[in-house]
């Protein structure tokens, strides 16, 4: 968590999520491996963030998120931080090809929808450093 004073004394709080891969994903029930093109969602005070997507049954991002947070009443102080009590809610979706057409011979026009794999729901718990 990072800690800087911003214009007219207003400070702004992150925190940085590092989201690096995945594994074997893409063969379940069935054991069969299919491609799968996953993404990170992480929503935090009614903010969402996302990683690229990756490729791949065993999907690596080793990407940084940095969450602002919002500090209840304002209150930027150690104390007041450790009064945040909302939730981390980190989703895996997998984009899926549901139809795919060839337009003048060249270009491909192509629809997508996602596909939901999972959550975790993580309480914040504040550290404090500067």
């Known amino acids: ?10 400070e702004a709080v992150t925190c940085a999520i590092l989201v690096q891969g995945a ?3 893409g063969s379940g029930r069935t054991g069969y491996q299919v491609t799968v093109y996953p993404f990170i969602e992480v929503s935090f005070q009614n903010a969402v963030y996302q ?4 490729a791949g049954s ?4 080793n990407e940084e ?13 150690f104390s007041g931080l ?9 989703n895996i979706f997998d984009e899926v090809v549901v139809e ?4 003048n011979h060249t270009k491909e026009r192509i629809k997508t929808e996602l ?9 914040v718990k504040p550290c404090y450093t500067m």
Request: charged fraction near 25%; aromatic fraction near 8%.
């Open 1 to 10: 968590m990072s800690h800087s004073k911003g214009m007219e004394g207003v």
């Open 58 to 61: 065993n999907p690596c991002w």
């Open 65 to 77: 998120l940095q969450l602002v947070l919002k500090s209840p009443s304002d209150d930027y102080s």
């Open 82 to 90: 450790s009064n945040i009590k909302d939730k981390v809610y980190i």
């Open 115 to 123: 596909l939901w794999v999972g959550e975790l729901v993580k309480n």
């Open 23 to 25: 594994k074997k994903m």
């Open 51 to 54: 990683t690229s997507i990756a």
């Open 100 to 103: 795919q057409h060839e337009v």
